[in-house]
Every structure is written in structure tokens, then in C-alpha cells.
């Protein structure tokens, strides 16, 4: 047996970044505008400490496409580097710089938004291009300096005249990524990664149409004046405080979300936790609708305001996500497989927090104003109710808050409906049995006999519902259910239902007519037959819903 020592040569390093380290190249502007986020955020934490005595500003990072060259240009006004840190945040692949902020200023720096992690985010330039330039002058008094490397292990570093502050980065191009020369394509690729990020982007100019002047004439055009075109929103809603933010603001950061939803959303729940984990977002209920964009309209999973994916897979429990909105965690790892993810202690820690939040905003919605909450029943049922069946733990807060309909409309939790029932509607097994029909017309008859004898039927026509009445019956003791046209709903007693009845039929309808004569006055209350089976308890007069609301 021999061992022995695996070479890896540094020159095999750049074929193996452009094949494997990201499966998806268009990342590669993501990355560089990170980069020059958190180069800006970083100088503007230093200023704040006091520790860079320079102007902070309006920083902004500006992308600029020149196709005929074939370069892209990201250009920021941020903290910068020396030639020396150039040797040691870029020439060592894998060492980042970002972490090392994040050490050096542990307690202060926390918070700054450092976007930063494996310190290879900057080698994602050569999947798309064959030679990248770094002009970059340092907030510090030194020299300005110019790298450049066309991929392979050489590296060429020399002087610069760069005089602003900052970082700009030139990709040139190569031939097989040239689609990234298309402003469309960069368009689309900073609204999709972009565009919530904390620092200004400036994508080439636009036209701004102003008031006309008082005394402008009816057909004289409205004065125009070119402006940047700022693709991003960098105060997203998600990163304010709920209590800053009104109904209205939610509302319309839904809007920003998803441009093509017109349906409003039903409610919404802000997360905001920073023990044990980090992690802000806001869920939202959508309306369900016919021609809802599943496949383009999901939750959108951020990392410090960088989008980073709409597969949250993992991330919430499979029931919610038809939930719609914004999770954004600096604790979820990045560009690592899913079952990594799904095996991370982290995302289940966050998963979690996510269905517990979710179950409390629905207990307090139902606490709070239970008539709405019946009215967006309908709506929100399917994300209920699948959640109750498939995770355990919101079954156990569901049950405070999941509805039964009954077919008057009239709706019952488990607790109530139990508390009506269990006296009056048992089997002979002393099962309570709660009738339910799953279609009101074909059923009507049904529904009318059992109604008669005043029992309750449920109104249950969602597809998931004959799962979750398995899940009842197998996790409740003593309850069964029972379709409305069931032979057995002729067989319900009562409680103290123990002796056979004494009387023939002909002779309970005697009563019966007797009784109800003399009730005639109080329109509405029925009589119930089968009560008159019992000893202890002669008859039962049950009076209509609606009158006992009244009273
Ligand atoms: P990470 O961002 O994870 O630290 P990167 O490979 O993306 O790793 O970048 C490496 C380091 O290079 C950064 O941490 C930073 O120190 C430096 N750097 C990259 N881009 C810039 C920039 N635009 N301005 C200043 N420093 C930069
Ligand atoms: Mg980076």
C-alpha cells in the first residue's frame, strides 16, 4: 500500500471555475455588483465609525455595456484597494475579504449588510469573460493601481491614474458569452438579482417627463430631462419596521413584487427574527385565482437584499410555499446543492420559525376579527388545510383556528362543533359523528332529513378535506364522519339514548302534532323525534340558528 500527496496545480483552477463553480454563468453580474455593494457599504461603515475621515455621499454602483468593444463595465465609488490588498484579496482565490471585514469589525459590523462569504465571488468574471481589469484606487492616500489577468495563473499589476475613489471592473467579453453584451439581457438579469439591493444602480439614462409650465400653450410637448436610471429599489419594505409600514405599504411592495399579479393579497405576515438565526421577509396570502402565474409568482429568497433563488424548497415547509413574498436570511448557505440545504440545521431551525409565525398570524387574524377571517376562508383553506395534514406541529395550532362550514354558511372550529354536537349526534358506539355533505344540490334531500332531526351537517368540498377527516378520526379518540346520504345517519341517538322507545310511531306523531300546535306561535323551533326515545329527557325543541342569534 503506498499513500501519497494529490497535486492540484493552480493552473487547473480557472477551466475548473468556469465549468463547475456556479451552474448558472449569468451569476456572474450578481457577484460583481455584490462586490461593489459591499465595497460601499464597508466604506460607509468606516465613516460612520469615524474610522475613513473622506465624504461618504450618495455612492452609486453604475453598469455600463459597450458592445461594440465587448466589455461590461461595474463601476463603483466604495471603499477601494491598495496595491497590497489587491495581492491579497484577489490574488488569493478563496480568502474573503468579506469575512475578514466581518471579523475585524464583529461587533459594530454586524450589521453593515456585508454580502461577501467564500471569497470566490470576483473568479466568476472569467465564465464570462477572457481577460478582467481592476482600476481601483483606495479611499486611503495611495496610489491608484491596475490589475489584469486573462485566466490563466498570470497576473500583470501596475499604476494607475485613477483619480475618484473606488472599484471599477472591466469584463472583456468572451466569444461564447456574448449574449451578455444585450442591454435587454443585462436588463433583465439586474431587475431579477438586483433589485432590492441597499446601494443605487445606474443602468444608462432615461427620459423624465416634467410638468408643463403654467404658461405653456395646450399643444406644446412637455419638457423632458434625461436621468439615471436607477433599476433598483434599495429600502425595500421588507427591511423596515412593521410598525413604520402601513396596510398601504404592503400592499404596494406586493405590487413591486409581482408587476403582473392584479389580485390583491389577502394578508400579510412580516418576519423579523434575529436570535437564533437572521431573517426578514414578508409573506403574503395570495388570492387564489384561475390565471395565477404559478411558475413565475413564488417566493423569493434573498441573502442581504441579493435575490438568490425562487426555489424555497427546504427553506419553508412544501405547504407554504403558495405562499407568495420575500424571505431574506444572511444565515441560509448560498450556491450549495439543495440537500445540502434540506440537511442544514440552520434552514430547519428557519423552516420552523416560518410555520410557527405563519399559524400564530392566522390565530391572532381569527382572534381579532373572526367575520373576516370566515370571508377569506375560502381563499386560504388549501394552505390550511394541507398544512394541517402534512406537519404535524401546525396541525396542533391549526386546530385553534381551522373552520368547518356547515351548509347554512354558519362556521364552527373543531372545539365548537364538538361542544354542539357531542351530546346529540353519537353512534351506537358512543362515537360523536359529525355529518358533513361534499355538494349541497345533489345532496339537498339529505341534508333536510338530517337538518330536521337538527343535527349539523358540514359543508366540506375541498379536495384535501376526505384526507384531513382521516387525520381527525385517526388522531381524535371518539368522533367519526359520516356522509350526509350514509345509511347509518338514521341510526344517530343521543347520549342517554339507553331505553327503546315505549311509544309506536304512529303514536310519537300524535305527540309530536300536539306539541308543535301548541309551539305554532314560535315559528321556526322543531321537534325532534328521536328525543322522545328517551326517558330522562321526553323531547327536544330545537330552535332555528338565526333566532338564537338574535336574542
Ligand atoms: P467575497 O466577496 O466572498 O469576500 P470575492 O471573491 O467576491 O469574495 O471578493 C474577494 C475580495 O476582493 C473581497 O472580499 C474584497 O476585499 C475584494 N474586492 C472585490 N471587489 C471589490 C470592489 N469592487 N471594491 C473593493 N474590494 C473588492
Ligand atoms: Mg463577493
Not at 451552474?23 to 465609525?49: G, M, P, Q, W, Y
Not at 465624504?55 to 497590497?84: L, S, W
Amino acid at each position: 500500500m503506498a499513500t501519497g500527496k494529490i497535486n492540484v496545480s493552480v493552473e487547473n483552477i480557472f477551466p475548473l471555475i468556469k465549468k463547475f463553480l456556479y451552474s448558472d454563468h449569468e451569476i456572474f453580474l450578481r457577484e460583481l455588483v455584490s462586490n461593489a455593494t459591499d465595497a460601499t457599504l464597508k466604506l460607509k461603515h468606516l465613516t460612520s465609525i469615524g474610522e475613513a475621515k473622506v465624504e461618504y455621499g450618495n455612492p452609486k454602483i453604475e453598469i455600463k455595456v459597450d458592445k461594440e468593444a465587448k466589455k461590461i463595465h461595474i463601476i463603483d465609488q466604495g471603499i477601494g484597494m491598495t496595491a497590497d490588498e489587491v495581492e491579497k484579496y484577489i490574488n488569493q482565490v478563496a480568502f474573503s475579504g468579506a469575512e475578514e471585514f466581518l471579523d475585524k469589525y464583529k461587533d459594530t459590523g454586524k450589521d453593515a449588510g456585508i454580502i461577501g462569504h467564500f471569497g470566490l465571488g470576483f473568479y466568476s468574471a472569467f465564465m464570462v469573460a477572457d481577460k478582467v481589469d481592476i482600476i481601483t484606487k483606495s479611499f486611503k492616500d495611495e496610489p491608484a493601481v491596475h490589475w489584469s489577468c486573462d485566466g490563466s495563473p498570470e497576473f500583470e499589476l501596475k499604476e494607475s491614474d485613477k483619480t475618484e475613489r473606488g472599484t471599477e471592473i472591466v469584463l472583456h467579453i468572451a466569444d461564447d458569452s456574448t449574449e451578455f453584451l444585450e442591454d435587454a439581457r443585462i436588463t433583465a438579469l439586474l431587475s431579477k438579482y438586483n433589485k432590492f439591493m441597499p446601494i443605487p444602480i445606474k443602468f444608462g439614462t432615461k427620459t423624465e417627463t416634467l410638468p408643463k409650465p403654467k404658461d405653456a400653450k395646450e399643444d406644446d410637448p412637455a419638457p423632458t430631462r434625461e436621468v439615471d436610471n436607477i433599476i433598483n429599489n434599495p429600502d425595500p419594505a421588507w427591511t423596515k419596521k412593521p410598525a413604520d409600514l402601513k396596510e398601504e405599504d404592503y400592499k404596494n411592495f406586493y405590487r413591486e413584487l409581482y408587476p403582473m399579479q392584479f389580485e390583491e393579497p389577502l394578508f400579510n405576515i412580516h418576519l423579523n427574527v434575529d436570535y437564533p438565526f437572521n431573517l426578514t421577509g414578508i409573506l403574503y396570502f395570495p388570492k387564489l385565482t384561475n390565471d395565477m402565474n404559478i411558475q413565475k409568482d413564488k417566493i423569493q429568497l434573498y441573502q442581504n437584499q441579493v435575490f438568490v433563488t425562487d426555489n424555497v424548497e427546504g427553506i419553508v415547509p412544501e405547504f407554504l410555499t403558495m405562499l407568495r413574498g420575500v424571505i431574506d436570511s444572511p444565515d441560509i448557505p448560498l450556491n450549495v446543492s439543495r440537500s445540502y440545504l434540506q440537511a442544514d440545521g440552520a434552514v430547519k431551525k428557519i423552516s420552523s420559525y416560518i410555520t410557527k409565525k405563519v399559524a400564530d398570524k392566522l390565530n391572532s387574524l381569527f382572534k381579532n376579527s373572526r367575520g373576516d377571517f370566515e370571508q377569506k376562508w375560502n381563499d386560504i383553506k388549501v394552505v390550511i388545510e394541507y398544512g394541517m395534514l402534512s406537519e404535524d406541529k401546525f396541525f396542533e395550532k391549526a386546530e385553534k383556528f381551522a373552520l368547518y362550514p356547515t351548509v347554512d354558511g354558519t362556521y364552527f372550529t373543531y372545539g365548537e362543533l364538538e361542544a354542539k354536537i357531542k351530546d346529540t349526534q353519537t353512534d351506537k358506539d358512543d362515537k360523536m359523528v359529525i355529518l358533513y355533505a361534499s355538494d349541497k344540490e345533489s345532496q339537498h334531500s339529505y341534508i333536510e332529513a338530517a337538518k330536521a332531526k337538527g343535527y349539523e351537517v358540514l359543508l366540506l368540498d375541498s379536495p384535501i378535506v376526505p384526507h384531513l377527516l382521516q387525520k381527525l378520526e385517526t388522531s381524535k379518540e371518539k368522533i367519526s364522519f359520516a356522509r350526509v346520504d350514509a345509511d347509518h345517519v338514521d341510526n344517530l341517538i343521543k347520549k342517554e339514548d339507553t331505553t327503546i322507545s315505549k311509544l309506536s310511531d304512529e303514536e310519537k306523531e300524535k305527540v309530536k302534532e300536539q306539541i308543535e300546535a301548541v309551539l305554532e306561535a314560535h315559528n321556526g323551533f322543531t321537534v325532534q323525534m328521536e328525543a322522545m326515545d328517551s326517558s330522562a329527557q321526553p323531547f327536544m325543541i330545537t330552535e332555528p340558528e338565526f333566532m338564537r342569534r338574535m336574542k
